[in-house]
């Protein structure tokens, strides 16, 4: 026995690593554990590097028979590694696919987010009339007193400036009282043909029940040669029968409007009853409801954004949104809109 060399030793001891990996790893079976097991063998400061200390050691024609073995170790061993956790991640899998999953059971609800009712109707309203070929246009909310006033024939000593209670920011500023002066903008950066529909916020000094001291509206104007009241009123009519999906008739009342003429109060038939007689809170039993205002545009409008009053005519209109909303889903508290109470919102 005493005839081993230095090499043969070193040899066995590696070789014997092998046989003691294998029996280290039988019982693992998780991937932290293998990793350590590896790690313990082969790792910088593991036992197969602590053995190749003794390399230097060795008749230099034996080292590189000595490396080769080490190289071998090596190779077995991570082999062994990479197999078991081969089966590990399969076994892994495996469970998965063999855990019952009962497709009957209901699914849990995810709540999802929607657009506030105004924003529906909006957009509903403004599809309907851009299928007639109108775009939509916009203004600010904080206008001027010219934009929202003066262009529209509403000079600062006008009566009807009363019919709108006015919010001042100062002597020359006020928030828009209606999407009006959208009309002016309009007609002040683009050059007829016009057809545009411009919906947004509003203020005016009033609150109860049915008004807000913010609430939205939608503009329609369309100027061209040869616009005639009956344009408006067959634009009119179809947006009503097509917002409400019923054959509803509408009513020009004659109105004053100081931008319009002639101008008009527009009815709509009431959607809640069988009209007139009948008991009905929303109509008060006339079998109409006012949606809005409409008009031929005034000549003096146009001479204040200069558009020819000889070669072109126009018409425009206003209706509030939350009222078409209100109609539409029987909402009979302005204030339901604002106040974000999940329980009204999740209703549309
Ligand atoms: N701007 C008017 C209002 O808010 C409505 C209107 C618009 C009337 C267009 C005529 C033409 O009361």
Redesign the pocket.
Known sequence: MSDLSATDVTIAELDAFEVEFSRVIAPLSDEQAIRGAQAQFLGKKGKVAEAMKVLGKLPPADRPKVGAVANRIKATIESEVARRLGELAQAAAEADLARVVDVTLPARPVPAGRLHILSQVRLEMIEIFAELGFVVADGPQIETDWHNFEALALPKDHPARD??DTFYVSEDIVLR????PV?VRTMLTQAPPIRIVAPGF?YRRDDDLTHSPMFT?I???AVDEGLSFADLKGVLLHFVKRFFKRDLGIRLRPSY?P??EP??EVDMQCVFCAGPGSACRVCKSTGWVEI????MVDPDVFQHVKIDTERYTGF???MGIERMAMLRHDINDIKFYYEGDVRFLEQF
């Open positions: 019919m709108q009282t209606h999407t009006s009309q509003v509206q503009e329609g104007l409007f931008f319009v101008g008009a809005g205002g409409a008009g425009a209109f206003g």
